[in-house]
Nanobody, 127 residues
C-alpha cells in the first residue's frame, strides 16, 4: 500500500508557472505507474499526465501538451508536474495517483485504473 501527498499548488496569474510534487510513502515507489489528474468544480476528474515506473515513458493530455511536463525521482519517492504558461482553464484540484502495474498493463488515462490517490492540491489561475 502507498500513501500519496501532493503539494505545490497555489494562486498564480495567467502565463505563470507552478511545480506540483507528490510524495509517496513506502519503499516500493519505483514499482508504481504514476498519474496526475485534475478536477474542477462540478466536473469529472480528467487525465493530465502519466509516467512509467522507470520514468522512460510519459503521456500528456492534449489540453496541456507543450505546457506541462511530468517527471519522477524514484530516489526521493516523488513525482512532479511542471506547469508552465498556465491558463484560467487550468484551475482545478490536482490529484496524483498510483497503480502497481506495468505501463503496458494500465489504461493510464482512466481514473479507475489507479488504486491509490492523494487528497489533492488546489491550483487557481487568475486572468
Amino acid at each position: 500500500q502507498v500513501q500519496l501527498v501532493e503539494s505545490g499548488g497555489g494562486l498564480v496569474q495567467a502565463g505563470g508557472s507552478l511545480r506540483l510534487s507528490c510524495e509517496a510513502s513506502g519503499r516500493t515507489f519505483s514499482s508504481y505507474t504514476m498519474g496526475w489528474f485534475r478536477q474542477g468544480p462540478g466536473k469529472e476528474r480528467d487525465f493530465v499526465a502519466a509516467i512509467s515506473r522507470g520514468g522512460g515513458i510519459t503521456s500528456t493530455a492534449d489540453s496541456v501538451k507543450g505546457r506541462f511536463t511530468i517527471s519522477r525521482d524514484n530516489a526521493k519517492n516523488t513525482v512532479y508536474l511542471q506547469m508552465n504558461s498556465l491558463k484560467p482553464e487550468d484551475t482545478a484540484t490536482y490529484h496524483c495517483a498510483a497503480v502497481s502495474l506495468l505501463w503496458s498493463e494500465v489504461r493510464v488515462t482512466t481514473p479507475r485504473a489507479y488504486d491509490y490517490w492523494g487528497q489533492g492540491t488546489q491550483v487557481t489561475v487568475s486572468s
